[in-house]
């Protein structure tokens, strides 16, 4: 199970939006609608932030908004704050399995 | 409110095993499954496996193998992750996470804190 390609650094100014891809094959992430996305702030665990492509849940402020097309999905994050940098993770399901992308570190600069 | 309470650090040799628990409580707890993910120094997360806590169904990811065993303990709302033969590079933080109870899935909406696992001669 290979994982999931994201590019390892994005960057964005206060304010501004930024989208994170993430991209698999037809296998997990364009075959099934059960993407979720994952922040983690250095020596803590991940926290939920989108599941089933792009249901929020409760609590999860309504800047951040993923979507799906094809075998890439994305997290963009509006409205970009200093707290926001941190390190997202997408991850899908693979048919009995689940598999984690690389990680992406988000600046903002 | 919803809790997982892992246990805590641990130091192992190489070849030796680590059995990780991951104490649930705020939920009932057969209603859903435990994921187990690992993520080495400045690495990534890493996928181990699932395991139901309805019907103790497993999933693996295909590196662990037979190499390590998810249980749980539904009289003590605990999940149990062992890892066997260690190596170095088995050192990470291993957490447990909230899962839905059917199959393996990819929404983990509660985490345990992680347990550090060292792998050292």
């Known amino acids: 199970q290979s994982a999931l390609t994201q590019p390892r650094s994005v960057s964005g100014s206060p304010g501004q939006s930024v989208t994170i891809s993430c991209t698999g094959t037809?296998?997990?992430?364009?075959?099934?609608?059960?993407v979720s996305w994952y922040q983690q702030h250095p020596g803590k665990a991940p926290k939920l932030m989108i599941y089933d492509v792009s249901k929020r849940p409760s609590g999860v402020p309504d800047r951040f908004s993923a979507s799906k097309s094809g075998n890439t999905a994305s997290l963009t994050i509006s409205g970009l704050q200093a707290e926001d940098e941190v390190d997202y993770y997408c991850c899908s399901y693979v048919g009995s399995y689940a598999v984690f992308g690389g990680g992406t570190k988000l600046t903002v600069l | 409110q919803v809790q997982l309470v892992q246990s805590g650090a641990e130091v192992k040799k190489p070849g030796a095993s680590v059995k990780v628990s991951c104490k649930a409580s705020?939920?009932?707890?057969?209603?859903?499954?435990i994921s187990w993910v690992r993520q080495a120094p400045g690495q990534g997360l890493e996928w181990m496996g699932w395991?139901?806590?309805?019907?103790?169904?497993?999933n693996y990811a295909q590196k662990f193998q037979g190499r390590v065993t998810m249980t749980t303990d539904t009289s003590t709302s605990t999940a149990y992750m062992e890892l066997r033969s260690l190596r170095s590079d088995d050192t990470a933080v291993y957490y447990c996470a909230r899962a839905i109870a059917a199959r393996p899935s990819p929404n983990f909406d509660y985490w345990g804190q992680g347990t550090l696992v060292t792998v050292s001669s």
């Open positions: 037809s296998s997990d992430v364009g075959g099934y609608n059960y």
């Open positions: 395991i139901s806590a309805y019907n103790g169904n497993t």
């Open positions: 705020g939920y009932t707890f057969t209603s859903y499954g």
